[in-house]
């Protein structure tokens, strides 16, 4: 099937990404970014049924087309018996979704369904673009930039991976809702008053185990200053554990999830997170000043690197898990208590974001689009 360029032709993309919320919602930022800019565009999603884009995705309007796919097993090499027969059948879905939609792009936002996608769309004949959210790419993308018309890159240190003529560095799309929040309706939200020091805890949806050890131990620390109050999400895997083991304080807020990211961000003082490159992005963009706790437990410890920069920035400072039980408190502490730093690290946070990536990676999709 050849696609059609012609004028009267409505853009048609494709994006593929998922397993986690860092591939699947910028995804989304995009898709949303190409309504705004085309709304006669037609857009859908290639993505697993098992994972968090079964759901997010049709919450957010676009349709999704399930394709199997299975990682690598290094450690459980039983597991990898079914691995060559799941990548053939993801691939030949994938060839059929692709002639079935007929894009005339698609758009790879990392995850292992990308992998079969995108290159089903090369082997049709279908220009690719890549975003990387991470300063260390994942494998599937670090393959896939070599036939990519565009890669799009959250931060810079990324580009030494990839074909630099083809790198532009825009960002990590970020929820618009999530800039311009009135600090005050944000405290009066958390019940935290003007005047006391406000410290943002939190470790992804599912949370840390590391983080929230660490809070347990140095919590009574944290909360003998008076001024100092402390929002802690401790993911839904921990909260009924933190919950039962931790005493009642009236300034402090046991959560499992926050609904409400913007007005947690415009509140806080300060933020103990780790450093997950929607995190990172979300930092930015709020200017938020933080303490930055890479994960060493995820794929090729690509957390640590995002930290590394927004550190060498001046954005954040960098805590190394291992120092994490007998640091956290002395770090935040010293953070909570300096004003001017706190200050410097907004505007150094302010400086390095890219609040309108979303925008700017829709526009090249659909300039190419558009220039055959």
């Given at each position: 099937?050849?696609?059609?360029?012609?004028?009267?032709r409505?853009?048609?993309?494709?994006f593929?990404g998922?397993?986690?919320?860092?591939?699947?919602?910028?995804?989304i930022?995009?898709?949303?970014?190409?309504r705004a800019?085309?709304?006669?565009?037609?857009?859908?999603?290639a993505?697993?049924?098992?994972?968090?884009?079964?759901?997010?995705?049709?919450?957010?309007?676009?349709?999704?087309?399930?394709?199997?796919?299975?990682?690598?097993?290094?450690?459980?090499?039983?597991?990898?018996?079914?691995?060559?027969?799941?990548?053939?059948?993801?691939?030949?879905?994938?060839?059929?979704?692709?002639?079935?939609?007929?894009?005339?792009?698609?758009?790879?936002?990392?995850?292992?369904?990308a992998?079969?996608?995108?290159?089903?769309?090369?082997?049709l004949?279908?220009?690719?673009?890549?975003?990387?959210?991470?300063?260390?790419?994942?494998?599937?993308?670090?393959?896939?930039?070599?036939?990519?018309?565009?890669?799009?890159l959250?931060?810079?240190?990324?580009?030494?991976?990839?074909?630099?003529?083809?790198?532009?560095?825009?960002?990590?799309?970020?929820?618009?809702?999530?800039v311009?929040?009135?600090?005050?309706?944000?405290?009066?939200h958390?019940?935290?008053?003007?005047?006391?020091?406000?410290?943002?805890?939190?470790?992804?949806?599912?949370?840390?185990?590391?983080?929230?050890?660490?809070?347990?131990?140095?919590l009574?620390?944290?909360?003998?200053?008076?001024?100092?109050?402390?929002?802690?999400?401790?993911?839904?895997?921990?909260?009924?554990?933190?919950?039962?083991?931790?005493?009642?304080?009236?300034?402090?807020s046991?959560?499992?999830?926050?609904?409400?990211?913007?007005?947690?961000?415009?509140?806080?003082?300060?933020v103990?997170?780790?450093?997950?490159?929607?995190?990172?992005?979300?930092?930015?963009?709020?200017?938020?000043?933080?303490?930055?706790?890479?994960?060493?437990?995820?794929?090729e410890?690509?957390q640590?690197?995002?930290?590394?920069?927004?550190?060498?920035?001046?954005?954040a400072?960098?805590?190394?898990?291992?120092?994490?039980a007998?640091?956290?408190?002395?770090?935040?502490?010293?953070?909570?208590?300096?004003?001017?730093?706190?200050?410097a690290?907004?505007?150094?946070?302010?400086?390095?974001?890219?609040?309108?990536?979303?925008?700017?990676i829709?526009?090249?999709?659909?300039?190419?689009?558009?220039?055959?």
């Amino acid at each position: 099937m050849t696609t059609d360029h012609t004028p009267s032709r409505a853009p048609r993309v494709l994006f593929a990404g998922g397993g986690t919320g860092g591939h699947v919602y910028p995804a989304i930022a995009i898709a949303d970014a190409v309504r705004a800019l085309e709304p006669r565009a037609a857009v859908a999603f290639a993505g697993t049924e098992d994972r968090i884009e079964w759901k997010a995705v049709p919450h957010a309007g676009y349709p999704i087309h399930p394709i199997v796919v299975q990682g690598f097993h290094r450690k459980q090499p039983l597991r990898n018996l079914g691995f060559p027969f799941k990548v053939a059948k993801g691939f030949m879905q994938s060839l059929s979704l692709v002639r079935a939609f007929d894009p005339d792009l698609v758009v790879g936002t990392g995850g292992y369904v990308a992998g079969p996608v995108l290159l089903a769309a090369r082997v049709l004949g279908r220009p690719i673009v890549i975003q990387e959210q991470n300063a260390f790419p994942g494998v599937t993308n670090k393959l896939l930039g070599q036939m990519a018309t565009s890669i799009h890159l959250a931060f810079p240190e990324a580009r030494r991976f990839f074909d630099a003529k083809r790198c532009i560095v825009s960002g990590n799309p970020t929820r618009a809702a999530l800039v311009d929040v009135d600090r005050a309706e944000a405290r009066r939200h958390f019940a935290v008053p003007e005047t006391g020091r406000l410290l943002l805890v939190f470790g992804g949806s599912l949370g840390s185990a590391a983080l929230n050890t660490a809070m347990e131990t140095h919590l009574e620390r944290l909360l003998a200053e008076p001024d100092i109050y402390v929002i802690w999400q401790t993911g839904s895997l921990y909260f009924d554990r933190v919950h039962d083991r931790v005493t009642p304080h009236e300034r402090l807020s046991v959560l499992k999830y926050i609904d409400r990211m913007d007005l947690a961000y415009a509140a806080a003082d300060a933020v103990l997170a780790r450093a997950g490159a929607i995190t990172c992005s979300e930092l930015m963009v709020t200017g938020t000043p933080s303490i930055l706790v890479p994960s060493p437990n995820v794929a090729e410890d690509h957390q640590t690197p995002n930290a590394r920069s927004m550190s060498d920035a001046g954005a954040a400072r960098f805590l190394a898990e291992a120092d994490l039980a007998g640091r956290l408190a002395d770090e935040a502490l010293g953070l909570l208590r300096d004003a001017d730093t706190r200050r410097a690290m907004r505007d150094a946070a302010l400086r390095i974001a890219k609040p309108h990536a979303a925008r700017e990676i829709a526009a090249d999709i659909l300039n190419r689009i558009n220039t055959p």
